[in-house]
């Protein structure tokens, strides 16, 4: 009840600080047990351990009231499913690419 009370604009700015605080988190999990002795549990600890992961559960929350409350958030121009300008053929270019790029 606290986060739909958010005006559009704090929704947006509390989805950068929970992106940030994330990684800090995570970052700051893994290099205190890595540096502990611990490196194994130093990746699933920062990665797959819940309250690590919280501010991801709680930005995905925002973006969801952010997106059932100002309608307008959805932008087509800002898709990249929905530009005309790229289509099937931009796609599997694309793609192409980038598979290459992996396998490569």
Do not use: N
């Not at 059932?68 to 270019?93: C, F, H, I, N």
């Amino acid at each position: 009840p606290v986060l739909q009370e958010y005006s559009i604009d704090s929704m947006r700015r509390w989805i950068v600080v929970h992106y940030f605080l994330q990684i800090v988190f995570g970052v700051a999990c893994f290099l205190a047990l890595y540096f502990a002795g611990y490196p194994d549990l130093a990746f699933v600890f920062s990665t797959f351990w819940p309250p690590s992961r919280f501010p991801v559960f709680i930005m995905g929350v925002l973006a969801g009231l952010l997106r059932v409350v100002d309608a307008g958030a959805y932008d087509p121009v800002l898709s990249l499913t929905q530009r005309k300008d790229r289509d099937s053929e931009w796609w599997a270019r694309r793609g192409g690419a980038r598979g290459g790029g992996v396998l490569a």
